[in-house]
């Protein structure tokens, strides 16, 4: 397996990635009998130097349901027919995870309401409250 290119400055080596082919699971013939097609792409986010803390907190985050018990993130693909094609669908997906991690979120600045904001809210707030008011129950009295 070669260096995994994610971007033009960032590269993860060969030796971070693990992958093993396993036999895929469903219907699907003598195939699914014979070869082993699914792939599992192990990633150690804990021990890489490839990429920042910062990065790695993010891509925790971004990517927990890949996450094994040992925090290994594990990519599983089983679609196509060959090994190859299900290896290049892991890399993909790690690709696109760890680029997605690469962007840092813009921090929100809090602002305050409006007061056209405030005026449509108690407006709504009121004509909602004059409708269940319409809908209780008259006395006879």
């Known amino acids: 397996m070669k260096d995994l290119v994610v971007t033009s400055n960032l590269t993860i080596p060969a030796s971070d990635l693990k992958w093993r082919a396993v036999r895929s699971s469903g219907p699907g013939g003598q195939n699914v009998n014979k070869v082993s097609t699914k792939v599992e792409l192990r990633f150690d986010l804990q021990q890489t130097q490839a990429i920042s803390e910062s990065v790695k907190s993010r891509l925790y985050r971004l990517a927990s349901s890949h996450l094994d018990a040992q925090g290994l993130l594990v990519i599983t693909a089983q679609s196509a027919r060959t090994q190859r094609q299900n290896l290049e669908q892991t890399l993909g997906i790690l690709t696109m995870l760890v ?43």
């Open 99 to 141: 680029q997605k991690s690469l962007i840092v979120p813009k921090k929100r600045k809090r602002t305050a309401p409006s007061a056209a904001s405030r005026r449509r809210r108690l407006q709504a707030k009121r004509l909602i409250s004059e409708k269940k008011q319409g809908r209780r129950h008259v006395s006879d009295e």
